[in-house]
């Protein structure tokens, strides 16, 4: 394993995660999976009590705020096949406790607001909030 990856304590990390370097995760989280993998990038951090399952891509520079989830399946339980890649992009910020529905990106330097639910993209260097996640702005 990456000497500059720093996991805490209770987290269970299974499958095939690939991991970039000076990435931190916090305890209690849940990362992983044998279908398509988890695929984490440079230099991000991902609080305690996060579940990132099977096909999420975290490019670099992200970070990721307590009890985020993301999921892959629309409509459990389908099985695998069916399931949905979610890809965010550099530089994306997602708040606390916000859940990612399977088959989204999220664009570069995008921020979800905490206690999202973000039901479709965001684009590149929006901010979105609520349930489901509106755009409140997006900077040029």
Not at 16 to 35: A, L, P, Q, R
Not at 40 to 65: A, L
């Amino acid at each position: 394993m990456n000497p500059t990856i720093k996991i805490w304590r209770f987290t269970n990390i299974y499958g095939k995660v690939e991991f970039g370097e000076n990435v931190s995760i916090g305890c209690f989280c849940d990362i992983g999976g044998n279908h398509r993998g988890v695929k984490i990038g440079n230099n991000v951090k991902i609080q305690s009590h996060c579940f990132i399952p099977d096909g999420i891509t975290i490019e670099d520079n992200v970070f990721i705020g307590p009890g985020v989830v993301f999921t892959n399946d629309k409509n459990p339980p389908s099985g695998k096949e069916n399931w949905k890649e979610t890809f965010v992009r550099r530089g994306a910020v997602i708040g606390a406790n916000a859940t990612i529905l399977p088959g989204i990106e999220i664009g570069e330097n995008a921020t979800i607001g905490a206690g999202s639910v973000v039901t479709k993209s965001v684009e590149a260097n929006q901010t979105v909030c609520g349930n489901p996640a509106k755009l409140i702005v997006k900077v040029l």
